[in-house]
């Protein structure tokens, strides 16, 4: 169970993990990923940024700082709306980690 209290003005890390299935016309699939973490970037410090293949299906994750909830969830939003653009998204998650593990951040759901 993660820790309930962090110290203010902490940054923490956290991930957001999209599946991306049918690419839109025009779209390369090697642009997908550096895209995303591009979209991160202009509101934070991205971390890392991977594709692999999960259940069958292309998966991406961008891995970056944010000070709170609030603000992972914001760039998570970003990112998700920004990959959309170039591509058909599905199965969003968000995770934030707590030392050595990966836990959801609950309350997070893409826009539209």
Do not use: F, K
């Amino acid at each position: 169970m993660p820790p309930a209290v962090w110290h203010r003005g902490a940054v923490h890390s956290y991930r957001v993990s999209l599946a991306v299935g049918m690419l839109h016309p025009g779209t390369a699939p090697e642009a997908v990923l550096p895209a995303a973490a591009d979209v991160a970037r202009r509101h934070t410090t991205v971390e890392a940024s991977d594709v692999g293949v999960v259940a069958g299906q292309a998966r991406i994750t961008v891995r970056y700082l944010a000070t709170d909830d609030d603000a992972a969830r914001a760039v998570a939003a970003t990112v998700a709306d920004g990959v959309a653009e170039l591509a058909q998204v599905s199965n969003p998650r968000l995770t934030r980690r707590y030392g050595g593990r990966w836990y959801p951040a609950d309350g997070w759901r893409p826009r539209g």
